[in-house]
């Protein structure tokens, strides 16, 4: 059973970069057939996409976020990551990394979240 669990600072001061780590388990990020993405969602708002890895290495964005947003990963680490440049306070959200099924276009696994706030 894959496992994926979100780590990183709780805080960020504005015009900073977000930068957090998803830690995979029970299974590789090198796996074909998937790809690894991360989901945010503010206080009170909806959830949203931000971009994803898939497993040959491969990236994509939210057309809203894709100017400062960037997934890379570390696969001797079994490790993605997500970094977001020139935050706000409106960038305060949980973060959510999750593992996407490409056949069927699904998030069957998804980590426990951790909450980001960007503030002075």
């Known amino acids: 059973q894959v496992q994926l669990q979100e780590s990183g600072p709780g805080l960020v001061r504005p015009s900073q970069t977000l930068s957090l780590t998803c830690t995979v388990s029970?299974?590789?990020?090198?796996?074909?057939?998937?790809?690894w993405s991360w989901i945010r969602q503010p206080p009170g708002k909806g959830l949203e996409w931000m971009g994803h890895?898939?497993?040959?290495?491969?990236?994509r964005y939210s057309p809203s976020l894709e100017s400062r947003t960037s997934v890379s990963r570390d696969t001797s680490k079994n490790q993605f990551t997500l970094q977001l440049s020139s935050v706000t306070p409106e960038d305060t959200a949980v973060y959510y990394c999750?593992?996407?099924?490409?056949?069927?276009?699904?998030?069957?696994?998804w980590g426990q979240g951790t909450l980001v706030t960007v503030s002075s």
């Open positions: 999750a593992r996407g099924v490409i056949a069927v276009d699904y998030l069957d696994a």
């Open positions: 029970g299974g590789s990020i090198t796996t074909n057939g998937y790809y």
């Open positions: 890895i898939i497993y040959s290495g491969s990236t």
